[in-house]
């Protein structure tokens, strides 16, 4: 597989941004682009789930107090601007794609059905279909909410994204390689 660690050590910074809703598939192909492409792996899902277990709540339960507390979100999205600035990564993040669109080489955003993304946490966090389903329309709800509060934007306007890719009826493999060949085209690699 190509690689951009030879890149960063001559001072190309490429930075990829991928979003998208919970389930959707942000996480592998983020991390397994990094991989294969030789560059760090940031998520902001880990950060926000290291946070909920510092504070000794559930991922639910943060995401109500981000509703009523910004400096939750706003800390989080602060570190990602931080590892972007630092180049040589591929950030996985349900906002990047919007607040980093002027230091992000390339942004992609995943989506799939939300029957699909509810089965597939299902399967992933070993819940029942109606727990996973009832998650990722809360969470949903309450990004739309907050980021447009905290934010002004509207995460239903996907137009500041370079490639959407809908996930529902494409495998694992034949999305990733369809983001792969858009990010090595992209970056001239």
């Known amino acids: 597989m190509c690689s951009l660690a030879s890149a960063c050590s ?3 910074r490429p930075v990829i941004v991928i979003s998208g809703q919970p389930g959707s598939g942000k996480s592998t192909y983020a991390r397994r682009l990094a991989a294969d492409l030789g560059l760090r792996y940031y998520t ?3 950060a926000f789930r290291k946070l909920a277990e510092k504070l ?3 991922l639910m339960e943060l995401n109500r107090m981000a509703e009523k507390d910004p400096s939750i979100d706003l800390s989080i999205d602060m570190d ?3 590892e972007a600035r630092r180049g040589c990564v591929v950030i996985d993040s349900h906002l990047a794609g919007w607040l980093l669109r002027d230091v992000a080489d390339v942004t992609i955003y995943i989506k799939a059905s939300l029957p699909e993304r509810a089965r597939r946490i299902a399967s992933r966090d070993s819940k029942a279909d109606s ?3 009832a998650e990722a329309s809360q969470r949903e709800i309450s ?3 907050r980021f447009a509060r905290y934010y002004g934007i509207d995460v239903r306007d996907l137009s500041s994204y370079d490639l959407v890719i809908d996930t529902t009826r494409i ?3 034949g999305t990733y390689q369809v983001i792969l060949t858009f990010v090595k085209n992209v970056l001239s690699i």
């Open 131 to 133: 727990e996973a389903l």
């Open 143 to 145: 990004h739309w909410e």
């Open 10 to 12: 001559e001072g190309r």
């Open 56 to 58: 000794g709540v559930s």
């Open 80 to 82: 990602s601007l931080a």
């Open 171 to 173: 495998d694992i493999e």
């Open 44 to 46: 902001t899902g880990h």
